[in-house]
């Protein structure tokens, strides 16, 4: 289909960027399941290598399948192109890839994903660049912690797994009057409940293995561009801006406009990185984003009323669902993801460590696993597992204090879920 602003998000979920096959006719997607693209001829060839025609030559590069899924969320988010990945961590190198160099810094949320605390305040490290951590919420800390040598801001929508919401547009205006471009990762929303580029983030990074794929089968990750970051208006990305020794001296922003960050993703990044997706994972991931809409309408109903009986329930400390009245970011949720605060949320309780372990030990129908965004209904106890490479002011910063679990809620039946948490908390106490 040719897609427009006209169809809406339910008709794009399903058809964006796909078409009958043309040699076939198969209706669904096929898995191009190759590795390489037989040329026209010579000339054709060397189009190709020149970045001066469009198409395929090796699927670390570009695959059909794979290509579907890239227009499929950037249309979803409102993006001009996407790149996808071998994994949500993946995404983040590769959106970080292009715009950084040694002794360049990103000013990042301190409410992040545990594994991004670690990336970004440990790994990246060993490519000279360096990450400094604020409060997302204090627009005057993120203005001073911005110097000469920061190349982007980076958030969480909707944060794993604290519940906090990210006032994009008021973190959008602090990086454009710097100059810089907004990272957003919108895993734990979705562009079903919030699209981050519409508040003014720059790019979006996506966690696939999460609930756009939905179902605990794949790791992907993809990177989407606005498209409306004038890479040239400043010295500061020469990856971008500058002439690319390895295509002949071509300009990236000069050549391909809006595109030059997908295009350069692509050219640059997936060649030289080979962080790509496979185009199974992408069949996958394309079948599961088909009823996104649906699974996060579940999500958020199941979420809303789980949050609220266990706000209630007398072996329980606090619960951190936006969604909730009582959460301080409840009326920024109706504001930045008004379709709902998505399915994952922490649950505080008051037996303290050991309550929690025994409480994630007892649930029968909850999964104990390092995962969330899944039909299934998941739990982790952050501090002991994901959180646990974090220093015990990390792990508080981030939502994921001793006493803290983390519930991923799933599309079962709501009072089968209650039932389950009922008895694990009575065990918890016991
Ligand atoms: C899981 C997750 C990631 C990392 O994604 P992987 O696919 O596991 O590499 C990044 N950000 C958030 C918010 C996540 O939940």
């Given at each position: 289909?040719?897609?427009?602003?006209?169809?809406?998000?339910?008709?794009?979920?399903?058809?964006?960027?796909?078409?009958?096959?043309?040699?076939?006719?198969?209706?669904?997607?096929?898995?191009?399941?190759?590795?390489?693209?037989?040329?026209?001829?010579?000339?054709?060839?060397?189009?190709?290598?020149?970045?001066?025609?469009?198409?395929?030559?090796?699927?670390?590069?570009?695959?059909?399948?794979?290509?579907?899924?890239?227009?499929?969320?950037?249309?979803?988010?409102?993006?001009?192109?996407?790149?996808?990945?071998?994994?949500?961590?993946?995404?983040?190198?590769?959106?970080?890839?292009?715009?950084?160099?040694?002794?360049?810094?990103?000013?990042?949320?301190n409410r992040l994903y545990g594994?991004?605390?670690?990336?970004?305040?440990?790994?990246?490290?060993?490519?000279?660049?360096?990450?400094?951590?604020?409060?997302?919420?204090?627009?005057?800390?993120?203005?001073?912690?911005?110097?000469?040598?920061?190349?982007?801001?980076?958030?969480e929508?909707i944060a794993n797994p604290g519940g906090h919401?990210?006032?994009?547009?008021?973190?959008?205006?602090?990086?454009?009057?710097?100059?810089?471009?907004?990272?957003?990762?919108?895993?734990?929303?979705?562009?079903?409940?919030?699209?981050?580029?519409?508040?003014?983030?720059?790019?979006?990074?996506?966690?696939?293995?999460?609930?756009?794929?939905?179902?605990?089968?794949?790791?992907?990750?993809?990177?989407?561009?606005?498209?409306?970051?004038?890479?040239?208006?400043?010295?500061?990305?020469?990856?971008?801006?500058?002439?690319?020794?390895?295509?002949?001296?071509?300009?990236?922003?000069?050549?391909?406009?809006?595109?030059?960050?997908?295009?350069?993703?692509?050219?640059?990044?997936?060649?030289?990185?080979?962080?790509?997706?496979?185009?199974?994972?992408?069949?996958?991931?394309?079948?599961?984003?088909?009823?996104?809409?649906?699974?996060?309408?579940?999500?958020?109903?199941?979420?809303?009323?789980?949050?609220?009986?266990?706000?209630?329930?007398?072996?329980?400390?606090g619960?951190t669902?936006a969604?909730?009245?009582?959460?301080?970011?409840?009326?920024?949720?109706?504001?930045?993801?008004?379709?709902?605060?998505?399915?994952l949320f922490t649950v505080a309780?008051?037996?303290?460590?050991?309550?929690?372990?025994?409480?994630?030990?007892?649930?029968?129908?909850?999964?104990?696993?390092?995962?969330?965004?899944?039909?299934?209904?998941?739990?982790?106890?952050s501090a002991?597992?994901?959180h646990?490479?974090l220093?015990?002011?990390q792990q508080i910063a981030a939502g994921a204090a001793?006493?803290v679990v983390r519930?991923?809620?799933?599309?079962?039946?709501?009072?089968?879920?209650?039932?389950?948490?009922?008895?694990?908390?009575?065990?918890?106490?016991?």
């Open positions: 289909m040719t897609d427009g602003p006209t169809y809406g998000f339910d008709t794009l979920q399903i058809h964006a960027g796909a078409r009958p096959d043309p040699a076939t006719g198969a209706r669904q997607t096929p898995i191009y399941q190759t590795t390489a693209y037989v040329f026209r001829d010579a000339e054709h060839a060397a189009a190709l290598f020149n970045l001066q025609e469009v198409g395929y030559i090796y699927s670390r590069l570009t695959n059909p399948t794979v290509a579907v899924l890239q227009e499929r969320i950037a249309t979803l988010e409102g993006g001009v192109g996407a790149v996808c990945c071998s994994s949500g961590h993946a995404a983040q190198i590769m959106a970080l890839f292009p715009l950084m160099g040694p002794g360049k810094n990103i000013v990042v949320s594994g991004s605390i670690t990336q970004f305040s440990q790994t990246i490290h060993r490519f000279g660049w360096s990450a400094k951590f604020v409060d997302i919420d204090d627009m005057d800390a993120i203005k001073s912690a911005i110097d000469d040598d920061t190349r982007a801001v980076f958030c929508s919401v990210a006032d994009i547009r008021a973190v959008a205006d602090v990086a454009d009057a710097a100059g810089l471009p907004l990272i957003v990762d919108n895993t734990s929303a979705t562009p079903y409940l919030c699209r981050p580029i519409e508040h003014g983030a720059t790019l979006v990074v996506h966690s696939m293995t999460k609930f756009l794929t939905g179902n605990g089968t794949v790791t992907g990750g993809v990177v989407v561009d606005s498209g409306s970051f004038d890479w040239a208006a400043s010295d500061k990305f020469p990856s971008l801006s500058e002439p690319e020794p390895a295509y002949h001296g071509l300009k990236f922003a000069e050549t391909f406009g809006p595109l030059a960050f997908t295009f350069h993703g692509i050219a640059i990044g997936l060649r030289d990185l080979g962080m790509t997706l496979n185009p199974q994972a992408a069949h996958y991931t394309l079948m599961g984003i088909e009823t996104l809409s649906l699974r996060m309408q579940r999500h958020v109903e199941n979420a809303t009323k789980i949050s609220e009986w266990l706000e209630k329930h007398p072996a329980v400390e619960v669902y969604g909730l009245n009582s959460s301080p970011y409840h009326d920024r949720a109706a504001k930045v993801c008004p379709r709902g605060a998505g399915g309780l008051k037996a303290g460590y050991e309550g929690c372990v025994k409480f994630v030990e007892a649930l029968e129908i909850f999964s104990h696993v390092a995962n969330l965004g899944d039909t299934r209904s998941l739990v982790i106890h002991s597992t994901t646990r490479q220093t015990p002011e001793p006493n519930i991923s809620i799933g599309i079962e039946e709501a009072d089968d879920l209650i039932a389950d948490l009922d008895q694990a908390l009575h065990k918890a106490n016991a």
